[in-house]
């Protein structure tokens, strides 16, 4: 046994690697890949519905007119064997102020903000044999300014109906009274890679579906979590067509931040409440487990149809042991149910939260345009005939369409 591991170790190592990633930081230069891509200068079976792009993937080829990969992050050592190699990262920086009132959409680690706010991130990419590290950290500076928040004129009936979305989700009206000056583990991982395959922990942001702005299941709209990650770097090429996939579980934390006015009441009771599970501890952070398969047909040229689904549970701390829901310790939720009927104790409902759906883009080149859409469920549906009867509880949906209209003096975009 011990000498089946060695052997696969040398394997293993003598595989030549060079795997940075291209991160939404830097939406930008992803912008640009794909409005390329969609008037035909950039040609590749990458969905590119699944984000961060691997720079190493072997249909990543892009002309250097454009985009330049070895200028993206210049080379500081490479041995001789290529079994080492130690690059620099690019200097991202993002400049954010608000005149009035907090706004944010899509711009990762900064947090809603009246004022002056900026992320700065640098760092390195290692590796080593199989082993790629990239040291990606974000500073980020907040002036957090104070702004007019929801009035407490309003009557508390209002506030009560207010208090129904505060305390079903995690969305604080200012964070904190402060300024903020934050470091965070940004766009960094560790990861080991075997040929087309991924396996790691990472704290990058992702991005997942075709949409342009507001992609539903997972996006940049706040800043990365924790996660270990199974995925392919480059699409598997199968006789019906191509794959792509991305598996994660991870930990989502609180913000740590409370709604206005916790202390207010209606009727006789407090209307701020904490989450909390059956078993009377309070739920500080949430386990969540996630997949994304993205297909390529072989019939249907530049098309590409995918589903994403995913599954989180509030967390409980019991006699030492922590429980993902009540009475489970189960690490992989996201195979487990489909339909809550199969539930085996039907009260999990508040402690299990569960979402999935389909999606699809077609690119057509010729026209320079593409066509998308996504379609998912923010619950769990109790069985098949609940699925079909009711199509229009807890959805979401996108369709999209982008073309490229070109300049024939000057061949802008």
Excluded: C
């Excluded at 035909?40 to 985009?67: H, R, T, Y």
């Amino acid at each position: 046994m011990i000498r089946n591991i060695l052997i696969l170790v040398f394997i293993l190592i003598n595989i030549n690697l060079n795997s940075q990633s291209l991160n939404l930081n830097e939406s930008h230069i992803i912008d640009l890949i794909r409005s390329r891509e969609i008037s035909g200068e950039f040609n590749s079976n990458l969905s590119l519905n699944i984000l961060p792009i691997d720079l190493n993937s072997s249909f990543f080829n892009v002309d250097s007119s454009f985009f330049n990969k070895k200028k993206y992050s210049p080379t500081l050592i490479n041995s001789t064997d290529n079994k080492f190699k130690l690059k620099i990262l690019p200097i991202d920086y993002n400049f954010e102020y608000n005149s009035h009132h907090p706004y944010n959409r899509n711009n990762g680690s900064l947090i809603p903000n009246k004022g002056f706010q900026n992320l700065i991130s640098a760092g390195f990419f290692i590796e080593i044999g199989p082993l790629s590290v990239q040291l990606k950290p974000e500073f980020i500076y907040s002036e957090n300014l104070n702004f007019p928040g929801f009035p407490e004129s309003h009557y508390p009936i209002i506030w009560a109906k207010r208090y129904d979305g505060w305390n079903t989700i995690d969305t604080p009206e200012r964070f904190g009274n402060i300024r903020h000056n934050m470091q965070l583990l940004g766009q960094s991982y560790l990861k080991f890679k075997y040929k087309k395959l991924s396996i790691g922990i990472s704290n990058e942001n992702i991005w997942w579906g075709p949409s342009i702005r507001n992609s539903i299941m997972m996006s940049n709209h706040a800043r990365g979590f924790k996660h270990i990650s199974f995925n392919t770097t480059s699409p598997v090429i199968t006789p019906i067509g191509n794959f792509e996939w991305q598996i994660i579980s991870g930990r989502l934390e609180r913000s740590g931040y409370t709604p206005p006015n916790t202390d207010a009441s209606y009727a006789g009771r407090k209307l701020y409440f904490r989450k909390w599970n059956q078993n009377g501890v309070y739920d500080d952070w949430r386990y969540l487990q996630a997949f994304i398969i993205n297909y390529n047909p072989k019939w249907i040229k530049n098309l590409s149809v995918g589903i994403i689904r995913w599954a989180q549970m509030y967390s409980a701390l019991v006699e030492g042991k922590y429980y993902w829901m009540e009475g489970s310790t189960s690490y992989f939720p996201l195979f487990s149910n489909l339909f809550r009927s199969n539930d085996k104790n039907v009260d999990t409902e508040e402690q299990v939260d569960q979402a999935g759906g389909i999606y699809f883009k077609w690119k057509w080149p010729d026209a320079k345009a593409e066509f998308y859409g996504e379609f998912h469920y923010n619950d769990s549906k109790w069985n098949f005939r609940d699925l079909i009867l009711d199509t229009d509880h807890a959805s979401g949906k996108t369709l999209g369409l982008r073309k490229i209209f070109t300049s024939k003096k000057n061949k802008n975009y």
